[in-house]
């Protein structure tokens, strides 16, 4: 795999920079519009793709950015912060099914997917969930059996960023007997492929641009080249993909938080009672002392854990940390943003309530809190 540059301060804010000029630009005028409708902006993400945010980590052989995980971390964040919903189809399209590419796949694989996913040419999708398995991966019930140069898929996944729009999906299916960790192998299927079918897409509470379907396989024959990496490690690649998606889900949690908390500032300098910015209450400014401290230790938390990344060292317990903390902070910012906007906050004229919705999600997708607990826990005991 190439190796990703290093990003200076200085650079790093230009990349900030250019995502919040996106963001600002592309999406903030039409936050509220995707949501009501919950219209996933294809012709957006064409647009996100050709100014690198698709393809951030991929290096630049393969048409990619080229960058490290705090510019990662940065963008997410930047984009998170105007709306959740795009913030969690990037960081859904870098992370697992262009990340899992980049990770195992062969050169062949890498030159044939990769430009197109960096570039925003296409959209990606990774399955690994299914109706009766979320975080019981191991009990799955989608299987691919072996025909000559062929595998046979059948079964459901759900739960899937851009199951629907998605143009190629990295699919996770067992291929060996139930429970066995080195029964499961990854495929790459194109769109298209005979008997990949889109089912349901989800009608949900928050992240309502982010495209979330379920994709069905009914027969559907995938040649024996497109296994990604061997026979048998589709679950240990997925865990070690999961590693790096906490940390996306870190700066998606990062940005949301962010993004509730500078409403909640400007909300409270605005607003005046009693003759008076109710910033000047201390029942107020104590609530937004709290928000920033949080906010800081979840920063530092994501930034830890995407430095041991970018070093190549061990982070399984770093990134759940970050994203356990993280995602409950986004919560309990976006909660008291809430709060401190009163009566306007339960309205849609105000960005709150919108932060309030999609906050939640963070707590639960690509691992629920108590999963995260069980990893930190894990890892710590070993220690």
Partial sequence: ???????????LQLIRQSAKDFAEAYIRPHVMDWDESQHFPMDMFHQMGEHGFLGVLVPEEYGGAGLDYQAYITIIEEIAKVCGSIGLSVAAHNSLCTNHILMFGNEEQKHRYLPKL???????????????????AMRMQCTATRDGDYWVLNGNKLWITHGKSGHVAVVIA?????????????????RGTPGFLAGKKENKLGMRASETAEMIFDNCRVHKSQVLGQEGEGFIQSMKILDGGRISIAALSLGIAKGAYEASIKYAKERHQFGQPISNFQAISFKLADMATKIEAAELLTRQAGQLKDEGKKHTKQAAMAKYYASEVAVEVSTEGVQIHGGYGYTKDFPAEKYYRDSKLCTIGEGTSEIQKLVIAREALRE
């Fill in 1 to 11: 795999m190439g190796q990703t540059a290093t990003i200076s301060a200085d650079n």
């Fill in 118 to 136: 960096a570039t925003g040419q296409w959209i990606g999708a990774w399955g690994l969930t299914e109706p009766n398995t979320g975080s019981d």
């Fill in 174 to 190: 067992r291929t060996g007997e139930l429970l066995d960790s080195r029964g499961m192998t990854a495929f790459v299927v194109e």
